[in-house]
């Protein structure tokens, strides 16, 4: 049985942090920010937000642009990596919320769960609801998986540039609109690692930045070697001679945890990829160089990282193989539209994926492609540490979505922070109802009690 993703809708928080002022006010060269990691803008949220709001408020849109009534959805899965409750899943306060608007107890039937397992577990989610509608047990029901998160880093830390927010809700079925997926391929690759971690109580994340970086790449390349040997098996794509699964896949979505991120990975998938072709000697003799092999090529990743040798020659290596005809060609074709929205919005930790996902059909529609029958391929990573790949093929009737799609409008308009208001929201320094923003036909949080009875209990209400 075909299942998919039917539609999509975003909800992104209206503050936002400039990459540039954010570049002076710690010192750093603009151009960093700008050209070194591709972050333009940072969305913030406001004293009255909190990733459940942000899920609500993403399911709430997509159930009301397809007029959907909660006796429809199944399933209501939230992956998430910012969450606020030990035990009570973020599922419960979005169904609170959501039943605000449609009535007391109309999700009673409705299952799901909280998922954690940093930025991949939206991948999870995804995954495992497209099962339950294979599985045929949706009786016509979809299932609605939202991912939603909040990039907070230390102040002054080197990870506070890929800071964001916002939520992505997708809505499955088994006559997908927008992308059926591709059977029996998923790939996962999973190892106990402490690149990111966020231990129990503490708001922001413990961060190993440049070994998080090689590992992620590490991962999903791992994952990547997986789904190739399945896709063989399955027969889902069929090889010729000098070819590589990646000619086959139309679209690259990488989980983009700041937008160059996406281009680093595709790079070192890439080069993974064809080192091995006839194509390859072109790749050298334009390059202009052999490709570098650290001291000890079968090291630890710290012996990597600390091969500064090997990282300078790699660096080099690397800016001239991004430079090359073929590879041009082949970002600007796969990936480029899929990191216009996460340069204006940042870290959107498990939706970051599906935001460029979402930004990647929204720019390639509008450059005149015809999406129909197109392969995309995802590379999904969460810290601590694994990767997923998988992929599906665009559906005939994807205009009917793709159309409407206006991420400016959607995000607009915005109100920029100053550095002393962003760093008053940031150090929770303001009550929540000392919001900057006033709402706007959306969720925001009323009321957090502090009685030792009641301690932590949310309340919200839609805002008309
Ligand atoms: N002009 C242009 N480019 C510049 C520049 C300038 N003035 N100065 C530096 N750059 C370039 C550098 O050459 C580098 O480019 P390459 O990646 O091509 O080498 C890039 O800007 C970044 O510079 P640095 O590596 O020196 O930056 P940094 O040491 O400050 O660290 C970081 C970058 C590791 C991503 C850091 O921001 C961080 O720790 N972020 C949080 C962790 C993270 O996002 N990890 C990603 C993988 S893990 C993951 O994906 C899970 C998740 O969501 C967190």
């Known amino acids: 049985m075909a299942a998919g993703i039917d539609d999509i809708s975003i909800y992104i928080p209206r503050l936002y942090l400039d990459a540039a002022d954010f570049a002076k006010a710690r010192g750093l060269d603009p151009g960093k920010l700008e050209r070194g990691l591709g972050i333009g803008q940072m969305a913030i949220v406001d004293t009255n937000q909190d990733p459940a709001c942000l899920a609500a408020n993403a399911c709430l ?11 429809k959805i199944g399933r209501l899965y939230v992956a998430t990596e910012s969450s606020f409750d030990e035990s009570k899943a973020m599922n419960s306060y979005v169904i609170g919320m959501l039943e605000q608007v449609y009535g007391k107890d109309t999700f009673g039937h409705c299952g799901g769960i909280e998922c954690k397992f940093a930025c991949v577990s939206g991948s999870y989610a995804l995954y495992d609801n497209t099962n339950w509608i294979r599985a045929g047990e949706a009786e ?91 896709v063989k098996e399955t027969g889902l794509i069929k090889l010729k001679e000098g070819e590589t699964i990646l000619d086959h896949v139309d ?25 091995t072709l006839p194509r390859w000697k072109e790749i050298i003799d334009e390059v202009g160089m052999e490709e570098p092999i650290p001291k000890d090529p079968r090291g630890t990743i710290e012996s990597v990282l600390e091969d500064a040798d090997f990282m300078a020659k790699d660096h080099q290596f690397t800016k001239l193989f ?37 930004s ?32 599906g093929v665009i559906q005939p009737e994807y205009a009917q979505i793709v159309k409407d799609m206006n991420l400016e409008e959607e995000l607009g308009p915005r109100t920029k922070l100053s550095l002393d208001e962003y760093e008053e929201l940031h150090e929770n320094k303001r009550t929540h109802e000392e919001n900057i923003r006033s709402a706007n036909k959306e969720f925001v949080i009323v009321d957090v009690k502090t009685s030792n009875e009641s301690k932590g209990e949310r309340h919200y209400a839609f805002v008309d």
């Not at 998160?149 to 990870?159: N, P, T, V």
């Not at 529609?365 to 997923?388: E, H, I, P, T, W």
Request: with cysteine; aromatic share 12%; glycine share 8%.
């Open 61 to 71: 849109k997509v159930m009301q642009k397809n007029k959907l009534t909660p006796d």
């Open 140 to 230: 016509d029901k979809y299932a609605l998986v939202v991912v939603s998160d909040i990039a907070k880093y230390d102040l002054g830390s080197s990870g506070e540039v890929t800071q964001g927010a916002g939520a992505v809700a997708m809505l499955l079925n088994n006559t997908p609109r927008l992308l059926s997926f591709d059977p029996k391929v998923t790939s996962t690759s999973i190892k106990n690692e402490y690149d990111f971690y966020r231990p129990f109580g503490k708001e922001t994340p413990i961060v190993h930045g440049q070994y998080s970086n090689l590992l992620y790449l590490i991962q999903v390349k791992n994952a990547l070697i997986d789904y190739k040997k399945k």
């Open 251 to 275: 679209y690259l979505n990488m989980h983009l945890p700041y937008s160059n991120m996406g281009k680093k990975a595709l790079a070192y998938l890439v080069r993974h990829e064809w080192r």
């Open 322 to 358: 991004t430079n090359t005809e073929k590879y041009v060609e082949l970002y600007e074709s796969k990936l480029a539209s899929s990191l216009i929205a996460s340069k204006m919005i940042g870290n959107l930790y498990t939706a970051s994926l599906y935001l460029g996902f979402r």
């Open 360 to 391: 990647s059909l929204e720019f390639e529609y509008q450059k005149g492609v015809d999406l129909n029958g197109k392969r995309v391929g995802f590379c999904s990573y969460g810290s601590g540490a694994s990767a997923m790949i998988f992929s």
